[in-house]
């Protein structure tokens, strides 16, 4: 299966997978990014034998998206966005939802223990 039909069919999969990560680290770091007019805050995890990034990046009109990264056989960086629905919102606690609203907010990334964003 490629990136784009596991995004596409399974990105609650990867929710679940990414969150669990992140929670489990200490500390956690929510990190501030933007590019032109665009400002998110975002949680990744890095699978660095496969060349892949997972994140989370909440933006600043609180719209949340599911971003794949990764190089192919050719070293070609391929990027794939996929903006989260209400089912999947769901799969997100609540502490984790307001952290990363925070950090859109003060344009200035966090860094807290992993319990504290596994608050539903």
């Keep these: ?30 990190l501030f990014n933007f590019e032109d007019n665009d400002q998110w805050a975002i949680i990744s995890m890095h ?19 599911l971003f794949v990264g990764y190089y192919d056989d050719e070293d ?14 769901e799969q997100l606690p609540d502490g984790l939802k307001k952290v990363m609203r925070k950090v859109v907010d003060d344009e ?3 860094r807290l223990p992993g319990n504290f964003l596994s608050a539903k």
């Design 108 to 110: 200035k990334g966090m």
């Design 76 to 89: 070609e960086f391929h990027e794939i966005v996929h903006v989260l629905n209400e089912t999947e919102l």
């Design 47 to 65: 699978q660095y034998e496969e060349d892949l990034e997972i994140s989370l990046r909440m933006h600043a009109n609180q719209t949340i998206d």
């Design 1 to 30: 299966m490629n990136y784009e039909e596991l995004v596409k069919n399974h990105s609650g999969e990867l929710i679940e997978k990414l969150v669990t990560h992140v929670v489990s680290q200490d500390p956690v770091e929510v």
